[in-house]
């Protein structure tokens, strides 16, 4: 079976597993996921996007209106997966999806699909466990991404502001194709203070982080790189190392049939080893990638468990530094996917903190 119809299959059986007679997509993330790679939002920022997807034991549908339609069926490529389009006029009610499920027994992805049964969660495990085709595309966004990182942060000088670093960092990953979605940067001093910094008119003096989320054919990898001018406080540098040892820890511990809470407590322990015990309580420290950036996360009693082929980015952090790839789990071992060339690597493989002297 191809892409697609394992996909199928894998819809079906959750019919039949949960007792229902449709599933209904609306998640941009779940739309990308069943066409393979389609575009359904027009808003990037959305959750829900401009098309619906309806799954029955017999049929499959296409909701969306007659400003979509056409490029969702010719360029998205919907017309090669046999979806039945049904389209109403921008400004006219969408019924469809109440003529289609009438008497049915639906599950959904989304809250507004009145009297639905909530499929969230075993959607998020569908869309993590990655097909190869789907591996080979997150081959190809972590090179795109990584590529983008390593011309964006060699670009940063002191006297930028965190607005233009983040411009740097916008057009190189956007020039290849790939989008932005998460796009922080951090400064000097408000490294210290804020793990998700949203960029501001901070000018940089000496130190910066730069955080990445990209997506491509609905895939999302995450990656971060630090840069300091001058030489490292030597503070710093011990926090670096440290956190790039509970990263290696995660990284080494993220093994088929290893559960994520088995994973997680591997980095609590790394992290106490550290010096560093409570850190892991400030930040989540990361999980399964997919279609969206975590799909599900690692937590103390997770008991979600590891396949070959499935991609993961941890992103541990300990206060003014954090160390974040994504990886694809192997048979033989794990395969960093946003490796950068020619970036400083620690002893144990993990990115250092790159000193600009």
């Known amino acids: 079976m191809?892409?697609?119809?394992?996909?199928?299959?894998?819809?079906?059986?959750?019919?039949?597993?949960?007792?229902?007679?449709?599933?209904?997509?609306?998640?941009?993330?779940?739309?990308?996921?069943?066409?393979?790679?389609?575009?359904?939002?027009?808003?990037?920022?959305?959750?829900?996007?401009?098309?619906?997807?309806?799954?029955?034991?017999?049929?499959?549908?296409?909701?969306?209106?007659?400003?979509?339609?056409?490029?969702?069926?010719?360029?998205?490529?919907?017309?090669?997966?046999?979806?039945?389009?049904?389209?109403?006029?921008?400004?006219?009610?969408?019924?469809?999806?109440?003529?289609l499920t009438h008497g049915l027994k639906v599950g959904a992805d989304s809250p507004l699909v009145?009297?639905?049964?909530?499929?969230?969660?075993?959607?998020?495990?569908?869309?993590?466990?990655?097909?190869?085709?789907?591996?080979?595309?997150?081959?190809?966004?972590g090179r795109l991404c990584a590529q983008a990182m390593n011309a964006a942060i060699r670009?940063?000088?002191?006297?930028?502001?965190?607005?233009?670093i983040a411009a740097l960092l916008a057009h190189e990953t956007q020039r290849r194709g790939v989008q932005p979605i998460v796009n922080l940067i951090a400064t000097d001093e408000r490294l210290f203070r804020y793990r998700h910094p949203l960029p501001t008119e901070k000018v940089l003096e000496r130190y910066a982080m730069l955080v990445l989320c990209g997506r491509w054919k609905g895939l999302v990898c995450s990656l971060t790189r630090l840069v300091h001018f001058g030489l490292l406080p030597g503070d710093v540098r011990r926090k670096a190392e440290a956190v790039a040892a509970v990263d290696a820890a995660y990284l080494a511990a993220t093994r088929p049939g290893a559960t994520l809470g088995e994973i997680f407590r591997c980095g609590q322990r790394a992290y106490a080893e550290a010096g560093f015990a409570d850190e892991w309580r400030f930040h989540h420290q990361g999980g399964a990638a997919g279609y969206e950036p975590r799909e599900y996360l690692g937590t103390p009693d997770s008991a979600?468990?590891?396949?070959?082929?499935?991609?993961?980015?941890?992103?541990?952090?300990?206060?003014?530094?954090k160390s974040e790839d994504t990886f694809l789990v192997g048979e033989a071992g794990n395969e960093v996917l946003t490796a950068m060339e020619g970036w400083p690597q620690l002893e144990n493989g993990r990115p250092a903190i790159l000193e600009v002297t």
């Open 304 to 321: 979600e468990v590891v396949a070959v082929g499935q991609v993961f980015a941890w992103n541990p952090s300990i206060v003014g530094t």
């Open 2 to 99: 191809n892409e697609f119809e394992i996909k199928q299959e894998r819809l079906h059986q959750l019919l039949d597993a949960r007792g229902l007679d449709a599933i209904v997509l609306q998640r941009v993330s779940s739309f990308a996921w069943a066409t393979c790679g389609g575009a359904s939002y027009i808003n990037t920022a959305v959750t829900f996007g401009a098309a619906t997807l309806v799954i029955t034991r017999r049929a499959r549908y296409l909701l969306t209106n007659n400003i979509e339609a056409g490029r969702l069926l010719a360029e998205e490529g919907l017309a090669g997966q046999g979806w039945e389009p049904h389209v109403h006029e921008w400004h006219s009610p969408q019924d469809a999806l109440a003529q």
């Open 155 to 164: 670009a940063v000088h002191p006297g930028q502001t965190e607005h233009e």
């Open 114 to 141: 009145p009297g639905a049964v909530d499929l969230n969660g075993d959607l998020a495990r569908l869309r993590a466990a990655l097909t190869p085709e789907e591996g080979e595309r997150f081959r190809v966004l």
